[in-house]
Structures are given as C-alpha cells and as structure tokens.
Antibody, heavy 121, light 103 residues
Framework: QVQLVESGGGVVQPGRSLRLSCVASGFALNGYGMHWVRQAPGKGLEWVAAISYDATNKYYIDSVKGRFTISRNNSEDTLFLQMNTLRPDDTAVYYC??????????????WGQGALVTVSS | EIVLTQSPATLSLSPGERATLSCRASQSISTYLAWYQQKPGQAPRLLIYDASNRATGIPARFSGSGSGTDFTLTISRLEPEDIAVYYCQQRSTFGGGTKVEIK
C-alpha cells in the first residue's frame, strides 16, 4: 500500500523553528520528486516546496525562500521540511505529496494525512 | 504566473444530477491540468491528470475535458459521497476550489 505519513507538527512561537518529517512506504522514494503543499485553516491549497528524486534540484514558493529547507534521505525513504523563522501566516496543515520524476508539481499522488503547524505566541 | 479561476464557488445539486465544474487558466496550459477532490477532514486525492485521464481507482462517473485555457470536471451522476471541495492545479498553482453540496 502506497502511503505517506507526516510527523513533527505542533504549536510554536513566532520566530522559532520546526522540522517536519514524512516517511514513505509501499514505494521507493528515490524514484520520485517530492513536494510539500500547505493549507491554512479554512483556505485553499498552496504549493510550498519541491525536491527532485536525487535532491539536486529544489524549489520554493517566494514567501518561504530563505526560511524553509526541503531535503530527503532516500536510504530511509524520508522527506523533510525544516522551517525556520516561522510566522503566524505559516499556520497551516502541511501535506507531504509524491510527484513525478522531476520537480514539476504534476500528478500529485498520494498525499499524506497532513501535519498541523500552528505559529502563535 | 498562471492564475486558475474556478467556478462556481459552490454547487448545490440533488443526488443523481450531473455536476459541471469549471477551471479557467489565465493563459494557455495545453492539457497540463489536474483535478483533486478533498472531502471534509481529509487530505486531497488526485482525480484527473493531463486534463482527461482518470487516476487509479477513480470511478468512471468522474471525467475531465478541455485544453488551452478552459477545462471542465464532470460528475455524471452525483453520489452523496461526492460531497467535497474540488481543486484544479497546474504546476505550482491551484485554483480556489469549488464546493459541491447535496441539495
């Protein structure tokens, strides 16, 4: 069964850091580009970051550039999102999503169950 | 940057009716469009990719069409379990979503 399971969400004060993890099962992570997509409470979907199958290419939405870092450990089938200098508008459910071979967000499937990140003092 | 505009914002239909959801791109995107279904409290699920190809396990009542700037997701006969928000997506851009309700 192809599955993605996120962990690491929680409540954090503005300016602090948090690291999300996503463990893949049922497929080999090293064959796919991977993405993080977020959804603020009651809002729509927003693509956040992408990483190619071999981690040589990484892309970010402008609002997180310089603050967030996407990485992966293919030997452990795990994707990460390091989030620094968090702001209240980063509050959202963060989904780990499998893409195609490269970094272009296409055929995003499957999605993890999501990890809630709340940035509040 | 491409903008995707979905309409209507909300669609209220009776079970068995046909649902037609629209997604319009601000410039031509060929057939590079996907549709996702998000049921309440759940993660999104891929329905359609490349404008008209059903993803694995998606019922045949879901179909996609269109190319260029105008795209349509059709649910041929609405089932109660189809209550959800539907999003279109092209690369890093998502539409604002259409909420499908049962009348």
């Amino acid at each position: 069964q192809v599955q993605l399971v996120e962990s690491g969400g929680g409540v954090v004060q503005p300016g602090r850091s948090l690291r999300l993890s996503c463990v893949a099962s049922g497929f080999a992570l090293n064959g796919y580009g991977m993405h993080w997509v977020r959804q603020a409470p009651g809002k729509g979907l927003e693509w956040v970051a992408a990483i190619s199958y071999d981690a040589t290419n990484k892309y970010y939405i402008d609002s997180v550039k310089g603050r967030f870092t996407i990485s992966r450990n293919n030997s452990e089938d795990t994707l990460f999102l390091q989030m620094n200098t968090l702001r209240p508008d980063d509050t959202a459910v963060y989904y780990c999503v499998r893409g195609g071979f490269g970094v272009i967000p296409e055929r995003l499937d499957p999605w993890g169950q999501g990890a809630l990140v709340t940035v509040s003092s | 940057e491409i903008v995707l505009t979905q309409s209507p914002a909300t669609l209220s239909l009776s079970p068995g009716e046909r649902a037609t959801l629209s997604c319009r791109a601000s410039q031509s995107i060929s057939t590079y469009l996907a549709w996702y279904q998000q049921k309440p409290g759940q993660a999104p699920r891929l329905l359609i990719y490349d404008a008209s190809n059903r993803a694995t396990g998606i019922p045949a009542r879901f179909s996609g069409s269109g190319s260029g700037t105008d795209f349509t997701l059709t649910i041929s006969r609405l089932e109660p379990e189809d209550i959800a928000v539907y999003y279109c997506q092209q690369r890093s851009t998502f539409g604002g979503g259409t909420k499908v309700e049962i009348k």
